[in-house]
């Protein structure tokens, strides 16, 4: 029996021909209540970026202490806050077991969905995208 634990995603169709690499996030809310969102997952991204709307929706704790750091369009003020994620791919759940530091992008969203960049997310993964297949697979680079 194989004791690797895979998650397997579709990607999410955009537009007629535009797919993206979007993973179902799940968080807790303070009273408990579970609260799925969806997270693009971005190689090219050094951060986990959410919308000041989501994060507050998610009741994250925004702290007063801010900074800048560097995106696309420019800088983007952000505070950092942490938060435990879990994935589930329809087979299987899987906890993260520590909180995992995000920023909260101060400034105008451009953008709905949450950017799961490289630090530290990818970190916990090995992560396979199959563009032909239009799917990605993770598999928790190490047992907690």
């Not at 021909?17 to 809310?29: H, M, S």
């Not at 299987?92 to 630090?119: K, M, T, W």
Request: aromatic share 6%; net charge positive; charged share 30%.
């Amino acid at each position: 029996m194989n004791d690797i634990m895979n998650l397997s995603f579709r990607y999410k169709k955009v537009t007629n021909d535009i797919y993206r690499p979007v993973i179902p996030l799940q968080f807790n809310l303070s009273d408990g209540t579970p609260v799925t969102v969806a997270g693009l997952l971005d190689s090219g991204s050094d951060v986990i970026l959410i919308p000041r709307d989501v994060a507050e929706s998610l009741e994250l704790n925004v702290g007063r202490k801010t900074s800048e750091i560097d995106g696309v369009g420019g800088k983007i003020k952000v505070a950092k806050s942490r938060i435990k994620i879990r994935l589930d791919d329809g087979k299987r759940i899987y906890r993260i077991p520590h909180a995992l530091e995000v920023c909260i992008q101060l400034s105008d969203n451009a953008f709905d969905d949450i950017l799961v960049g490289r630090v530290p997310f990818f970190g916990e993964f090995i992560i396979e995208f199959n563009e032909g297949a239009k799917r990605m697979r993770l598999t928790p680079s190490h047992r907690h």
